[in-house]
């Protein structure tokens, strides 16, 4: 079986820029640099034919690349832990990009990993780069404090040129994120 999740990676020196703000606190583990990424959409384990058949569609989707900015920061509070994110400035072309993606995943035939939560609507494409998760120990005013620390967070914009299908291994030292396919995006016509 195939950990699978189509991606936009983040280049390295914005990823270690973005990492520098995360708090070091107790409970706070930081992302690992060279797996900061932003979803697109998460299969979930899937046997090795469905990958296969994943990996061959979404070799059709075709958009141009286009700019993309980090703009904003916040958090997630779930049960088991909390996620401390960058956001990204609204962008019609990633939006086309995420939709192109579930086309080809859908036309593929392969069903994301269920999760209760899933099964009563689709979730809604929250674009964001995941910067660090928080055992529940870690309170909320350690949480509220990064927010707002973070508040007018932006950075430069970078050229988006090809998303990736990568294949995540679960260790117990973290995951471990390998490029299975890149898909080159086309000329942005600039």
């Known amino acids: 079986m195939a950990r699978l999740f189509v991606a936009i990676e983040i280049p390295p020196a914005l990823a270690d820029a973005l990492l520098a703000r995360v708090p070091r606190a107790a409970g706070v583990r930081p992302a690992a640099a060279h797996q900061i990424h932003l979803t697109l959409h998460f299969l979930g384990e899937q046997d090795e034919m469905a990958a296969v058949r994943v990996e061959q569609a979404l070799g059709a989707v075709s958009c141009a690349s286009f700019p993309l900015a980090v703009q904003e920061a916040g958090y997630f509070r779930g049960r088991r832990a909390s996620v401390l994110w960058a956001g990204v400035a609204s962008s019609p072309a990633l939006d086309d990009l995420h939709a192109s993606v579930e086309r080809a995943v859908a036309a593929s035939g392969s069903e994301p990993e269920e999760n209760t939560a899933m099964r009563h609507s689709p979730p809604r494409f929250q674009p964001h780069i995941t910067l660090a998760r928080c055992t529940p120990a870690v309170p909320d005013a350690v949480l509220q404090s990064w ?7 932006a950075c430069a914009p970078w050229l988006v040129e090809r998303f990736i299908l990568y294949q995540s291994h679960l ?8 490029c ?7 000329a942005s016509g600039r």
Not at 171 to 178: C, R, Y
Not at 180 to 186: M, P
């Open 180 to 186: 299975r396919r890149a898909y080159a995006l086309g």
């Open 171 to 178: 260790h117990p030292s973290g995951a471990q994120h390998l």
């Open 147 to 153: 927010r707002v620390s973070q508040t007018g967070l």
